[in-house]
């Protein structure tokens, strides 16, 4: 039978508790759960407790805190408290100015912060001690501080002093300023509001007295004051007042901040919460709309758009935006674990949740295993032309019809069966997929169970969608399987199918089939399948559901969050997907299989851990950055020292001074960071090190660069950003120089040649002084074997055997009475002594000299041989032989051979002639011959024995050979050679002398 649906009384309550907020907040009967994300001091802020906030020229985020300052690049916090030079950790007030300085009101100090360091400024002596509560600057850089107890101050050229026509007597406790775009300063005072501009203020009337908190000014012209207990006033052109306050929608009367964002909507900041009205409606947001905390100090709007509110005491929070909000059980669903959803031909969409059966999403209803449920875990829906509504629970199916819940045949309500996806046909059969496979039911009949077709197995099939011609892709744990006139294919890996275990199923706009997998996309092209990375994490390609979006995309719900993609631009590159995650408003990251559902005007819904999350294409987004994140170099140093000159690296511009790293800290590690506020978590950096990498190196999320073993020379460190688009920005560079090591200076190469010259020179002075005094030594040796062969020589020239013989000769003359011959000899026997004596004292002697000598040997060996030899002495005229140096007494053993050897032997007469003619331009020849019976025949007949005349051939061969070694004299002998061959008669001598001949030594 029919079981009605039960509604009972706490739903009821819920429903009217609802209605009565949405009333009061001027917003929808249904909250919305709205995407914020915290950043504390678990992430790094520097305390908790935020009470404002600024951003710089660089884009840097300031937070001021009671326990110090931050700034904030969009993934890591730098912090400044009293170590880093702030006078008071207390910052009430910040100030950013376009010269990229930042003022800081610390307490009752005020403090500038120049991108290096931060630097107190000097309040006017004698002033009352008063806190500063307020900063403004001015289009010409002058600074206006509102203090509490000494009112309004400015800050012109670094000197503070009270404006000139200030009313300090009246205006003492300043709590706002607001500087207009035409130079004119609101002020808020503790009892009213004034104008000043050009030294003159003015009281802006309001609908009564009271303290101004915060200003701000719409665009349209009305100046907004916020109040201490009178609400939120606005002043418009016209000087009508508009006011809201508790009663109207406002969370509290003391409003501690305004603002007016990009699409000219008012922010308003409480101690319950925040306030935005818009087009008159004023809404709320508040823990119940998904703030973390909800005692709001602070609102600012940074330069992409991104709204950030400042809390007392859970940090800042950073506001995601409208396009994605989550509903809960807070905003009466049933559950957060939406596992389906399903739209009724009413516009009604109905949710199966993991754990708490099936509810309406307006709340209106509820059912349960206590209404008919056969299991309070809901897997799959569907919904039938007559408006019947099918789901598939843990135990088997459920038909729900008008509210009402239609129990089944048991055998159709496949009990005790997990039933996951639910698929009609168009021949009506409804095809159930289960653990087990496939149940189909057709028409009124029994549930039909198919286990395997073909002979391949369906096992846990978890989604299902037509294809043409009638076929039907299921989605199984071993790969997908299609079905057409009941044959059966299967794809696998070995397809090209991210994994075999497939989760989801869906057709394009131009009906190519995508599955989502345990590990990635796949898109069928017709003949095999293409799989993509959707990214690097495993959570990113574990896809549960797969969406058709209004516009064509397709959504994918994974376990970090959903993507968005065209497909045709996902195949031709994986990066080409948008990536949303808790920074756009997602509460929770992991998306439940199969959890998705179009509806009407293009909204999407995704069951998610956290909740039923929504997508609505016709909220306003929160402006984002049209630019690629900005690129700032923060540092330089080696092995953790910082590199001298790296520390003046400021916020938006370079070092200070050229930066020269010497040659021995060569190993260099860069920091940088990106400004990226609305999700620094996923910039990607690529850099290069221009002089050294020719190529960017590959993307890469680190903020830390190193360089070992760098060379001496010029270089310039590079890096630039990209942002989850995949848009890349411009490069930040750092030029700097490394010193080249000693060793490869021009001052040391210098030296190294002047000493290289130096050894070199030394080298060849040693060698040289080595070579001259071994020279020496040979020399001497030399001279040493000279003397002693001149001395043989002498010995030769004047042997026993001659003196004897003379002697006898002159005696013979004596003994025969023949004075004239005896007197001959004896005389021609002195000269000739006397000269070989005088030629012993020298090396050598003139040619005329020698021959004069060696003339009278020939004439005493005459005298004693008559009638045995004639002999000639000829030199030709063109010899000047007085300028002929010859070795003394080297002739004489030559001519001495030719007679005793030559022609002594033969029985007749024999010819001696000595002939000197010239040789050549440089040399003299002289030509000793004979006619006797030749060298051959003489030392055939000596029998290889010597005698004194050998051996003073030899002495003056070995002479003439010592002349030579000593670079004398080039003096060439040949011969002894017998004349006119083998057969010939006569002996011939050639001595070639040298014009000039070195002198040698003089006894």
């Not at 200003?215 to 012209?221: C, P, T």
């Not at 209404?371 to 019947?388: E, F, K, M, R």
């Not at 009402?404 to 409804?430: H, K, M, Y």
Request: with cysteine.
């Amino acid at each position: 039978m029919a079981v009605i649906m039960r509604v009972c009384p706490e739903q009821i309550t819920r429903i009217l508790l609802l209605l009565l907020l949405g009333s009061l907040a001027g917003t929808s009967v249904w909250g919305q759960q709205f995407g914020f994300t915290a950043f504390t001091p678990k992430e790094g802020l520097a305390q908790s407790q935020v009470r404002c906030m600024a951003q710089d020229s660089a884009g840097y985020m300031w937070f001021g805190t009671l326990g110090g300052a931050s700034r904030f690049d969009g993934l890591d916090f730098t912090n400044y408290g009293l170590r880093q030079g702030l006078p008071d950790p207390q910052v009430n007030a910040l100030l950013a100015m376009p010269d990229s300085t930042v003022w800081l009101a610390c307490g009752s100090f005020l403090t500038r912060f120049d991108g290096e360091a931060m630097r107190s400024v000097p309040l006017p002596k004698g002033m009352p001690e008063a806190r500063i509560l307020a900063l403004a600057g001015a289009t010409d850089g002058t600074v206006y501080i509102g203090t509490d107890g000494a009112g309004l101050l400015e800050v012109r050229n670094g000197v503070v002093s009270v404006p000139n026509g200030w009313p300090a007597d009246s205006a003492q406790g300043v709590r706002a300023l607001l500087m207009l775009p035409d130079g004119t300063l609101l002020v808020g005072l503790r009892g009213g509001l004034l104008r000043w501009k050009a030294g003159k203020s003015e009281a802006v009337p309001l609908p009564f007295a009271t303290g101004v908190s915060a200003l701000a000014m719409g665009r349209d012209g009305t100046l907004w004051v916020g109040t201490y207990g009178a609400g939120l006033i606005g002043v418009k052109k016209d000087g009508s007042f508009i006011q809201f306050d508790e009663s109207k929608g406002l969370l509290q009367n003391n409003v501690r901040s305004l603002l007016v964002d990009r699409g000219g909507r008012l922010w308003v900041g409480t101690k319950f919460g925040a306030n935005l009205l818009e087009k008159g409606r004023m809404r709320a947001y508040t823990v119940y709309q998904g703030m973390p905390n909800d005692n709001i100090w602070c609102v600012n709007e940074d330069n992409a758009g991104g709204l950030w509110f400042g809390t007392d005491g859970a940090g800042v929070l950073r506001y995601a935006g409208e396009r994605f909000v989550t509903l809960t059980v807070t905003e009466g669903l049933c559950s957060d674990l939406v596992m389906t959803v399903v739209g009724d031909k009413q516009g009604a969409l109905w949710l199966g949740t993991y754990n708490n059966g099936i509810c309406r999403m307006d709340a209106m209803a509820h059912i349960t295993t206590l209404d008919g449920l056969p299991n309070n875990t809901v897997w799959c829906g569907l919904v039938d032309p007559d408006s019947t509504l099918w789901f598939g629970t843990s135990d088997g199916l459920c038909r729900i019809k008008r509210g009402t819940v239609l129990p089944l045949d048991s055998t159709r309500a496949l009990l005790g069966q997990r039933v996951l996806c639910l698929f009609r046909r168009e021949d009506g059969s409804l095809w159930c997929g289960t653990r087990d496979g496939v149940a189909v039911l057709r028409g009124n009949g029994p549930a039909e169970h198919i286990t395997e077709v073909d002979g391949i197995a369906l096992r846990g099939v978890r989604s299902m969608i037509g294809a043409e011609n009638g076929a039907l892709w299921l989605a199984t744990d071993l790969g997908i399987v299609r079905l057409a006139n009941g044959k059966a294919q299967r794809f696998t890996t070995l397809d090209g199918l991210a994994h075999n275990t497939v989760f989801c199923l869906a057709n394009d706009a131009k009906g190519r089939l995508w599955a989502g997998t345990s590990n990635g996309l796949s898109c069928y092209t017709g003949e095999r399948f293409v799989s993509v990375e959707l990214g690097m994490d495993f959570g990113s390609n574990y896809v549960g559901l797969i969406q058709l979006g209004k516009g064509g995309e397709l959504w994918a719900g994974t376990n970090n969050g959903i993507y968005r993609f065209l497909p045709d631009s996902l195949l031709q590159d994986p990066d080409n997907a948008d990536h949303f995650t808790q920074v756009d408003g997602l509460r929770g990251s992991e998306c439940n299989l199969n959890a998705g559902y179009s509806g009407p005007g293009g909204r999407l819904f995704f069951g998610t851990n956290a909740g039923l999350t929504m997508y609505d294409p016709a909220a306003p987004v929160l402006r984002r950055s049209d630019v690629p994140p900005r690129t700032y170099i923060t540092g330089i140093s080696s092995f953790l020292q910082p590199i001298p000159g790296a520390d003046s690296l400021s916020i938006g511009s370079g070092p200070s001074a050229p930066i020269d790293v010497p040659y021995r800290k060569n190993h260099l590690t860069f920091t940088y960071t990106a400004i990226a506020l609305a999700d620094g978590r996923h910039v990607r950096f690529q850099y290069r090190l221009a002089g050294f990498d020719s190529e960017w190196l590959p993307a890469t999320e680190a903020r830390s660069a190193s360089y070992s073993n760098l060379p001496d020379g010029d270089f310039a460190f590079e890096v630039r950003a990209a942002d989850q688009r995949g848009r890349w920005g411009k490069p930040a560079r750092l030029p700097f120089s490394i010193a080249p090591p000693y060793w490869l200076t021009w001052w040391f190469f210098a030296a190294c040649a002047a000493a290289v010259a130096a050894l070199l020179y030394g080298i060849q002075r040693y060698r040289g002084l080595r070579r001259k005094r071994a020279e020496h030594t040979r020399q001497l040796i030399l001279r040493s074997r000279m003397l002693k062969l001149e001395q043989h020589a002498l010995n030769a020239n004047m042997n026993r055997h001659f003196i004897f013989n003379a002697l006898n000769s002159i005696q013979y003359a004596i003994n025969r009475q023949d004075r004239t011959a005896a007197n001959k000899y004896l005389t021609s026997f002195a000269k000739l002594i006397r000269k070989n004596l005088d030629a012993s004292a020298n090396d050598t002697t003139t040619l005329a000299e020698e021959l004069a000598r060696l003339e009278l040997y020939l004439l005493l060996e005459h005298m004693r041989f008559k009638d045995k030899f004639t002999y000639a002495v000829v030199v030709s005229p063109s010899v000047d032989a007085g300028t002929v140096n010859i070795p003394a007494m080297m002739l004489q053993p030559y001519v001495e051979n030719s007679i005793w050897h030559g022609i002594l032997p033969m029985a007749h007469p024999g010819h001696v002639e000595v002939k000197v003619e010239p040789y050549g331009d440089t040399h003299v020849r002289i030509r000793i011959s004979d006619d006797g019976i030749g060298i051959d025949q003489s030392l055939e007949d000596k029998g290889g024995a010597t005698d004194h005349i050998s051996r003073g051939i030899e002495i003056t061969k070995g002479r003439a050979d010592i002349l030579r070694r000593l670079d004398l004299a080039d003096i060439r002998i040949q011969g002894p050679e017998q004349l006119g061959g083998k057969h010939g008669k006569g002996t011939q001598v050639v001595i070639d002398l040298p014009l000039s001949i070195g002198q040698g030594h003089t006894d």
